[in-house]
C-alpha cells in the first residue's frame, strides 16, 4: 500500500518554460559575452551552486571571473532575470498541481519533495504557495548533496513515516532521478506533462519507456494502490 509520494519540483510540480523564460544563451545575449566560453564556465560551478558551496551571485561572478569578463552589472543582471522568471514560475502554477496535491492530502497520503536547485531556486520553492502540502522536503542547496544520491530518498521516506516501497515518486527524469528512486525501492513514475511546452535544447530528459508513464497529473492517482 503506499503511504506517500514523492515529488520533483521543475517540470513536475512547475515549469521554467512558462512566462520569462531565462537560460545561459540569453543571458549571452544580453551581456554580448563568447556563448562557448561562459557556458562552459558556468558549468563548472554548477555543482558548487546546487549543493549550496556558493550562492547564485558567487557562481555568478567566478563564471565571469573565469573568462575575465566579470562586472558587478552582469551579476545584477543575472540575478535580475532569473528572479523574473522564477516568479513566473511560480505564480503560473496550474491548477492541476494544487487538484493533486489536495486530493492527495485528502485521501491520507503523506506528500513529499526532493529538488536540486540554486540558492534563488530555493529562496522561491520555500515562498511558494506549494510549501504548505509537503509532509518533508529535501532541498540539494540546503542539504549539501543532490540527486541522485540514493541517501536524499532513503531519508525522506524515513521521514514520511514510510518504506521506501510504499512511496511514488514523480520527476520529469532529469538528474537520473528516476533510477535513484527505483534503486531506493520506489514506484518510480515520469511526468510528461509539460513536455509539449518545452523549449528544444533544454529539454531536462527523454521519455524512458521502462518507467510508468503520466501524461496528466491526475494519472498519479490511479498508482495509489
Not at 521521514?159 to 525501492?185: K, M, P, R, W
Not at 496528466?216 to 490511479?222: E, F, H, N, Y
Request: a negative charge; glycine letters at 6%; charged letters at 30%.
Amino acid at each position: 500500500m503506499i503511504k506517500a509520494c514523492i515529488f520533483d519540483m521543475y517540470e513536475t510540480l512547475v515549469s521554467l518554460f512558462v512566462g520569462r523564460v531565462y537560460f545561459s544563451e540569453d543571458f549571452v545575449k544580453d551581456m554580448n559575452l563568447p556563448f562557448k566560453e561562459y557556458v562552459k564556465a558556468w558549468h563548472e560551478n554548477e555543482d558548487d551552486r546546487t549543493m549550496g558551496k556558493i550562492t547564485i551571485e558567487e557562481g555568478g561572478r567566478a563564471a565571469l571571473e573565469k573568462i575575465g569578463l566579470y562586472s558587478k552589472e552582469a551579476v545584477e543582471h543575472l540575478v535580475k532575470k532569473r528572479h523574473e522568471s522564477q516568479t513566473d514560475t511560480f505564480s503560473m502554477i496550474p491548477k492541476e498541481t494544487f487538484e493533486l496535491l489536495d486530493e492527495l492530502k485528502k485521501r491520507g497520503i503523506k506528500i513529499g519533495l526532493i529538488s536540486n536547485c540554486f540558492s534563488d531556486e530555493r529562496d522561491m520553492i520555500r515562498a511558494s504557495l506549494l510549501m504548505p502540502y509537503f509532509d518533508a522536503v529535501k532541498l540539494s542547496y540546503e542539504q549539501g548533496i543532490k540527486k541522485p544520491d540514493l541517501v536524499l530518498f532513503y531519508d525522506i521516506a524515513k521521514e514520511l513515516g514510510a518504506e521506501t516501497c510504499e512511496c511514488i515518486y514523480v520527476g520529469d527524469g532529469g538528474s537520473h532521478e528516476l533510477e535513484a528512486a527505483t534503486e531506493a525501492g520506489m514506484k518510480a513514475i515520469q511526468a510528461n506533462w509539460f513536455r509539449p511546452i518545452m523549449l528544444e535544447g533544454h529539454i531536462p530528459c527523454g521519455v524512458m519507456p521502462q518507467f510508468i508513464q503520466a501524461e496528466k497529473q491526475t494519472d498519479i492517482l490511479k498508482y495509489l494502490q
